[in-house]
């Protein structure tokens, strides 16, 4: 009998745990959100040229960080926030015509 309660208390905690993981904290948006926001800073070309007053940019895209409850509607202001910043261009990859040295001598 004990056994059976305990299984029961165990499954309603796991799925107490599934169901809950797609909401997200408050620290886990804003972590998030910095960690995005860094990156955009130095690695998207249109902002790394000054094309955007990024301190603007963060005050304008925050509050719609906050509001997200979930994963999937973060994800959305993330991805409207990046298409929003302009296309990147596609660049040519050029054959390496140097040989490396991959044996490892032991």
């Known amino acids: 009998m004990k056994k059976n309660c305990l299984l029961v208390i165990l499954a ?13 904290s408050e620290t886990e948006r804003l972590a998030s959100f910095c960690k ?3 990156f955009l800073k130095y690695y998207h070309p249109n902002v790394s040229k ?4 990024w301190d603007k940019e963060f005050f304008k895209t ?3 960080v906050l509001e997200a409850s979930d994963k999937d509607a973060i994800s959305s202001v993330y ?12 660049v040519q990859v050029k054959e390496s015509t140097k040989t490396y ?6």
């Not at 000054?50 to 007053?53: H, M, P, T």
């Open 12 to 24: 309603f905690i796991l799925i107490g745990n599934v169901c809950a993981q797609d909401k997200l």
């Open 36 to 38: 995005i926001y860094g």
């Open 50 to 53: 000054g094309s955007f007053d």
């Open 62 to 64: 925050l509050p719609l």
């Open 79 to 90: 991805l409207d926030w990046i298409h929003d910043l302009g296309e990147i261009e596609q």
């Open 101 to 106: 040295f991959d044996k490892i001598l032991i």
